[in-house]
């Protein structure tokens, strides 16, 4: 009996301590995470900003304008819906819209490649609006220069 008491002392004397190891190592392994996150989430800032300045407009640059859907009224009111796919240079910039001017388009159905309707399809597009949402941006050469300026602050 003496010997199950003196075995029960020496368990009891020693969880403690074991214990104590227990609790060194896991806050040791936390803050070694804790570190792994930050770390983690600073890459994370990182490359969205490099995202964000990649897709970003900027006078100059160029967009698509897919499927726009358009509607002609000829003079006996007689209305002709059609669509084109512009490709638009961007002239101004607001919060959530850019001014576009027309550089050129195509026709997706009969009366948008009709020649004599080239000119009114373009002008309609000169200096308007739009929705940063409905264009997407040209990657090109002068956008990725673009980028690089930005990245350097010129």
Do not use: C
């Amino acid at each position: 009996m003496e010997n199950i008491s003196l075995q029960l002392l020496i368990v009891f004397s020693i969880t403690p301590i074991l214990l104590l190891i227990i609790m060194v190592f896991m806050y040791m392994r936390i803050n070694k995470m804790n570190e792994i996150i930050s770390n983690l989430k600073s890459e994370i800032n990182t490359q969205k900003q490099k995202n964000n300045s990649f897709l970003k407009f900027y006078i100059g640059s160029k967009a698509l304008l897919n499927d726009y859907q358009l509607t002609n009224t000829n003079q006996d009111g007689k209305k002709t819906d059609f669509s084109v796919d512009y490709e638009v240079e961007v002239v101004d910039i607001s919060e959530t819209e850019i001014k576009v001017k027309a550089i050129n388009f195509v026709g997706n159905d009969s009366f948008s490649r009709d020649p004599k309707n080239k000119t009114g399809i373009i002008g309609f597009m000169q200096d308007r609006w739009i929705s940063k949402k409905e264009a997407q941006l040209i990657m090109d050469e002068s956008h990725n220069r673009q980028v690089k300026l930005e990245e350097l602050g010129i």
